[in-house]
């Protein structure tokens, strides 16, 4: 998957609500920002391999809070299953 999927698909924004998302096994995809601090990112990233959830780390905060139709940067966000 890529960015361009966080503009219309069920996401997540966020640190701490991705991390809720993957605890709760609602994750699919997670991006990372590439230049985000690691202590901020490492434990989510451990997280998702725990999870088994694939994790995509190419993208910038600017980038990927962009894709995500934000005005600030993003650390992390995730695609997560459709709410029924």
Same mark, same amino acid.
């Given at each position: 998957?890529?960015?361009?999927? /966080? %503009?219309? &698909?069920?996401?997540?924004?966020?640190? %701490?609500?991705?991390?809720?998302? +993957? %605890?709760?096994?609602?994750?699919?995809?997670?991006?990372?920002?590439?230049?985000?601090?690691?202590? +901020?990112?490492? !434990?989510?990233?451990?997280?998702?391999?725990?999870?088994?959830?694939? +994790?995509?780390?190419t993208?910038? /905060?600017k980038?990927?809070?962009?894709?995500?139709?934000?005005? +600030?940067?993003?650390?992390? &966000?995730? /695609?997560? %299953? !459709?709410?029924?």
């Open positions: 998957m890529t960015l361009d999927a /966080l %503009k219309t &698909a069920d996401r997540v924004i966020g640190v %701490k609500q991705v991390g809720k998302a +993957v %605890k709760r096994g609602e994750a699919t995809q997670v991006f990372l920002a590439s230049d985000a601090d690691a202590r +901020v990112v490492e !434990p989510l990233r451990t997280l998702c391999s725990e999870a088994g959830v694939p +994790v995509d780390e993208a910038a /905060l980038e990927l809070g962009a894709a995500c139709g934000i005005e +600030v940067g993003a650390a992390a &966000a995730a /695609l997560t %299953k !459709p709410i029924r």
